[in-house]
């Protein structure tokens, strides 16, 4: 079956360094990837996403490109902030199951000031 | 982008008492929508798929006659928490797919639920 497998954290970092959280999958079908990001205490945001082999997502300085070659879809970042400390979410899906979600593990970001 | 409703957004509960939560696709049709569940500083689990018109499909473990799950309309979902037990208390997400040409899940708000 599908799954998705993200780098351990926590990960603790200065304010402007460079961010990567590394994230893998498998799948049996052509998925979807996606970046999610969850601050304390609130629901899931989307961050970022790509649809096809190749395709670079973006946003608030966050990237990701699909590999499909590797299985991945790394998350950067070139500086961090403050306000990036969150948990990130790797995650794909894909229309052989119905469009379910799977996510992995998570990963805890802490940028220090 | 699509968006998807979730009601409420907190909820305290006396253990054995049922609640129920709510998943509603805003601006089209979901003939899928999905619950997770996540416990603190976990990842998110899928517990059910709920397809409209027909009974949810479980994954293994979850429990179905405490986690009842109704797909009435294409718009609607409900997950309902039976029999409330201090262990049942986590975040509840619910997902609808909107399909078409950009096929894709929408996440509702989430649920946090505490059973007291």
């Known amino acids: 079956g599908n799954s998705v497998t993200q780098m351990e954290g926590p990960v603790t970092l200065s304010e402007e360094a460079f961010l990567t959280i590394n994230c893998t999958y498998t799948a049996t079908g052509y998925p979807s990837l996606f970046w999610y990001v969850q601050y304390p205490g609130e629901g899931l945001q989307l961050l970022l996403k790509a649809t096809k082999a190749d395709d670079k997502g973006s946003n608030k300085g966050f990237e990701a490109t699909y590999r499909k070659e590797t299985t991945s879809f790394h998350l950067e970042k070139g500086s961090v902030q403050v306000s990036d400390s969150a948990v990130y979410f790797c995650?794909?899906?894909?229309?052989?199951?119905?469009?379910?979600?799977?996510f992995g593990a998570g990963t805890r970001l802490f940028v220090k000031a | 982008g699509a968006v998807v409703s979730q009601h409420p957004s907190r909820v305290i509960c006396k253990s054995g008492t049922s609640v129920k939560i709510e998943c509603r696709s805003l601006?089209?049709?979901?003939?899928?929508m999905f619950w997770y569940r996540q416990f603190p500083k976990q990842s998110l689990m899928l517990m059910a798929t709920s397809n409209e018109g027909s009974k949810a499909t479980y994954e293994q473990g979850v429990e179905k006659d405490k986690f009842l799950i109704n797909h009435a309309s294409l718009t609607l979902s409900t997950l309902t928490v039976t029999s409330a037990h201090p262990e049942d208390s986590s975040f509840y997400i619910c997902?609808?797919?909107?399909?078409?040409?950009?096929?894709?899940?929408?996440f509702g708000q989430g649920t946090r639920l505490t059973v007291v």
């Open positions: 997902s609808a797919a909107r399909t078409g040409r950009f096929s894709e899940a929408f």
């Open positions: 995650a794909l899906s894909d229309d052989t199951g119905g469009f379910k979600t799977i």
């Open positions: 601006d089209f049709q979901a003939t899928t």
